[in-house]
């Protein structure tokens, strides 16, 4: 509301030039981006590699000895494990992984310590009586297999050769 008699407010004053901002040098910047994504690139990379190092191997089944034949005697198979993957089944007789004789659970489990997420070995089984070979891809404790695969992905091929028994 105006009251009488009062001035009309001056109009602001025009705002100082401002000074033009300093050109970019382009290539800094791009090789800037590319040394930080090339950072970012080795960063994920070292990362994966420790998770899979650290990771415990895990088959994804409980397997019991036999006191009158070879191998052992898988009893369960978890959901979505490595066994369940590989299609090994309850009742099934793991004979052999990679050659290496599974007479007892000790042997079996000096196999899984030598093991690597992601490593894919030969179970030799016996099912119904009849032998069967099925590669198994190893999975890791507390990950799932996609988890496991993305991590060997990120890790690389061959790092991940090398570190597979």
Avoid: Y
């Avoid at 898988?74 to 979505?80: F, L, M, P, T």
């Amino acid at each position: 509301r105006r009251v009488h008699g009062a001035a009309e407010p001056a109009p602001p004053e025009p705002a100082p030039a401002a000074e033009p901002a300093p050109a970019a040098e382009p290539a800094a910047s791009a090789a800037d981006a590319a040394k930080a994504a090339e950072e970012a690139k080795k960063r994920k990379i070292l990362t994966a590699r420790k998770k899979l190092k650290e990771a415990t191997p895990v088959l994804g089944a409980t397997v019991m000895d036999l006191s009158k034949q070879d191998g052992v005697q898988v009893k369960e198979v978890r959901d979505g494990s490595a066994a369940q993957e590989a299609k090994i089944l309850p009742d099934d007789r793991i004979v052999r992984v990679s050659d290496r004789p599974t007479n007892s659970q000790d042997d079996f489990k000096a196999i899984m310590a030598l093991a690597f997420p992601g490593e894919t070995s030969v179970f030799n089984i016996v099912r119904g009586g009849q032998p069967l070979t099925l590669n198994v891809v190893f999975g890791a404790k507390g990950m799932t297999m996609d988890q496991v695969r993305q991590l060997r992905k990120e890790a690389g091929a061959k790092w991940c050769a090398e570190q597979d028994n």
